[in-house]
């Protein structure tokens, strides 16, 4: 009986072990047996089966010991296991459960795909994060935005975008259509770092604010943070948009596509030699010249609004906890009008980061930046043409040690440093005749360095703790030439009474400051918690702009003896609360910030190609504060989020002379401050490969300037008088956008893709990009209202996988 | 195709912001407020020289507010040496110095004014700068980008050439104005009878008029960029209205000197005059002045009384180099309807 048995058993094995050679994958063997039992390391990655993308948060237990961990934000974990066979039971919200039999005889990787669930298939959000992290961390003020949750909002002109995407979450705004910047929590534009792959990203924008600068398609996903920000950042005063590069694909070559009406984008990635190399390139241009072209007009058909961008990034494997990633990203955009002006800007980012893990508990993170920015006027006027350059170049080094003490108990510490170098305006002629005198606006070069701590532990179940601090310094550096003004009189030209020299490398002036970050988190029960925070920011580098957007009639500014860094400190607080298992989430957030150091213009300032800005320039100081409510279902056939922000950005500038005091020196308006802002996003699944989106954006319109009075000069023109900044404000915003996703599977993968049909302003609201006053013959003088798309504005686009 | 041109407007309009996406918005600036408005300029030519006043009204129709001439006002100007001269008022809110009073370079210039009310005002002490010589006038020929083809803009545009001083600070304000034979056709004149329909009713006289024309628009320069050199720099556009050019235009060029303060107001009036809604849009500001009240030195005017050196030149158009004409509109009428038109054939002309 036991005989037989036995044999049995062998008999089975054996029968066992054909199968797996012939069915090849119902059980896997790792690593080669050198006759040690272990324990080894086993390298788990997980990856969506579709998209290849790696899946964070994923849940790994050993079936046979109940050992296990969640994969972190490499999409991976590590398992020690003794030689033998196991079941790995890999798991992931929204996700098909899978059990991964598989035998252990020494130290090696396994890749885990999971398929998405079939009742959520492609419309769930895939968080990065566990299902009820918004509960369990100390992360306050965060959002993650999946790249999923982003192509699943209607696109504008069959493009889905992450900038504009981001200003659907609550405290997030922007100032209209046609504008690169946006606004977190009432802060000004220049407050954002946004970081692309962990390079700063000074224009982040396409056409003027149109078109996000970068390809969604190598996005894995965006961390916004608008308070609560870890002491590893800094540099910006106010909110952190970090974006970070998926990695190539280690298994097959394949790719995406996507043709829209403006442009058109594609993407190839796949494993070079052996699956530890990888290659990722991308690239989008716009063929809207192509449009323009079209016109049967000379002036129109000689116009031209050009852009692309380019991406490469290598990921290679160096060992099992060893890799290195070098990542390439250059943008590019050219505008001309018939009208002899054309305006160009590029940003051109290398990146080398190394990731060394040091076994389970400690790992390292090195990375060399290298980021610049360059825009530039072309002026072609007969008998006058000139050009305008300007350039920014950081370049820094990062450096970071995480020490992972327990499970929810992390100890990072590192230093950052970079060289940040300024030519704010070189003017040149375009041809010899030309009576422009070159002149070059005294360049700038800093040295902007910060060292930090950052602590995160979970004394109980119920209270978390987070906190850091991060130490700055910027030093100011020659060669410049520093005016020295008259203390007695008003900053300007006339008043200066001297220079100093500075020669190469010479201090100027330095700054340096702590920036104490900390957050709290009380958890009630499992599902509801209320969070505290505080941070303190500096910034060293200010955007002096006299328009809504950033472009190239920008001015970039070091802090230097006149101008002070920008000091934000922000209290925030929140209440958090899921329902229903986690499938609907809720949050209210109120947050109160201090801004110092802010710049305002005076009027009728001269901003570009000024070598003595400060003359130009006021210093104010600004609050903002605001509530934060948000509401989000993240599972069924219907998905979808409410935020509403309640919020006001205020501005106080009080110099010592009258033409440095803005309305009577009492709090006013910024440009951003809208006070009630509402965004209700919807997804609804109709079938399989087919949906419905919907946005629908309400906000309160943006301060303006509105004349107190009309008066006559030249020739009995009515001309407006303005007083007061900021007093009135553009009609309300409002705004609905619909799309209809759908596609048919067909033996051809050319031709299975998505359609993504989209109506833009589906009720065709005329919403005021801005409203202005003239006097035009024939009626009375008066206000008219610029729309930039006051038409329901319809685009088609087709994506496809191969 | 249809929907093709769609797609071309609507890309087109989006990347250009044009003028089809600008409507009117019915807003009530709810403010009012009367300020005095002071404007006019002496020069180093013969006068009479005009200073006008007026109050500022509410921003909007007349029907809400209208902007008032301020009148029975007393003005003198006065220079450094303590020579004054009185303004006479001709048409209400209009100031004159008697014609024989002309700048000179180098003096400086106060105005005073006392208003009706017994509100007095002084302005800053004005310097005259030189101006540079005019070499020359250049006209070119310019279409305006248009999404039409039958419908555009086009006229010519007015550069001034001349060579900067290198030692100075320089600038500069031009007055275009022009001179134009009109060819009329007062035999096809058409009146409306008392039913309201038309009928013929031919004029007399008359067919050739001579029609001088001060052209808008402010054309200011400063020559930091480009101090000490030969420069042309465009300084005014004439709009081709389909009477101007049918027969022979002369165009006529002062160039002013202006001093820094002077220059920053102009400027600034400028920005204004380009706010167009757009994303280049330089931000409102308020309008500075030079004007003081000596009892308030805290109420705001708005304008300033300038002082200029001035060269001038003129050049008759060539209408060779207008590429395409726009539609002729002639005008069925008695040519001295025209405002500044005259049948006397100017001494210079020809």
Redesign the interface.
Known sequence: MFHYDIVRYKYLVLIGFLLVSIIGKAQTTIGKDDGKNGPHTITVYVNDAEDKSQLIGANVIVKENGEGDITNERGRTRLNLTSGNYTLEVSYLGYETKEEKIVVLGKGTIRIKLTQSAETLEEVIISSEGADQNVRNTDLGKQVMSIATIEALPPF?GEADILKSITLLPGVSSVGE??AGFNVRGSNADQNLILLGGAPLYNPSH??G?FSAFNTDLIQDISIYKGGIPANYGGRASSIIDLRYKRGDQDNWGGKASLG??SAKASLSGPVFTEDLTVMVAGRSSY?NW??N???????SN?S?NFYDLNAIVDYDIADDFSVRYAFYRSNDD?S???DTSFTWSNQNHTISLDKNFGEKFKIELSAVDASYNFGIVDN????N?TIDSKIKDQGLNFAAKYFVADNHDISIGAQTKLIKIQPGD?NRVNPES???P?SVKNEKAMESGIFAQHNFELTKYLGVSYGLRYNTFRFLGPNQVPVYDPLLPRNEENILSFTEYGDNDLITDYSGFEPRASLRLSMTESFSLKFGYNKMYQYIHLIS????I?P?DVWKLSDTYLKPQEVTQYSGGLFKNFNNNSIEASVEVFYKDLQNILD?K??ATLI?NNNLESDLLNGIGRAYGVELYLEKKTGNFTGWLSYTYSRSERKVVGSFPEEIINDGDWYASNFDKPHSLSIVGDYKLGKRTKVSSIFTYSTGRPT???????????G???????N?NT?RV?DYHRLDLSLTFGWDTENKWLSGDWVLSLYNVYGR?N???????DIPG?????????????P?PSLSYNFEF | MRLNTLYILGFTLMIFGLSSCIDELNIDTEQKRNILVVEGMITTENGPHKISLSKSAKYGSILEDDIKKEQNATLFIRDEVGDQVFLTEGSSGSYFTPADFKAEVGRSYTLSITLANGERYISTKELVPEVPKLNSIVLLWKKQPSLSDIQFTSGIEVYANWNDPEDEKNYYLWQTSGLFKINARPDLHVSKNFFGNPVPDPKDCCEECYVSETLGGLSIFKDNLTNGNEITHRVGFIEDDGRRFMDKYMVILEQRSLTKNAFQFFDLLNNQLSIQGDIFDPPPAKIGTNIINLDTPDEDVIGYFGVSDVSRDSIFLDNGIILENQPSRILNDDCRVLPGSTTEIPSFWN
Request: glycine share 2%; net charge negative; hydrophobic share 50%.
């Open positions: 002109v046609a504008s056409l003027f149109f009406l403006v809207s449009i323009l079209a016109v049967n007009d000379a002036a129109v116009s609004a505008f009008l018939a009208s006027s007969p008998f006058s000139f003017l009576p422009i005198e002149f006299s328009t809504t957007t472009a009639t213009y009027d009728g190609l300037t509105y004349p107190e009075a009309k008066f006559n000069y030249q020739n023109t009515n001309i407006a008088y303005y007083d900044r009135f009609p005329k005021a990009f801005s409203v202005f006053f003239d009626s009375p003088p008066q206000a008219f209202r610029l729309s930039v798309l006051g038409i504005f």
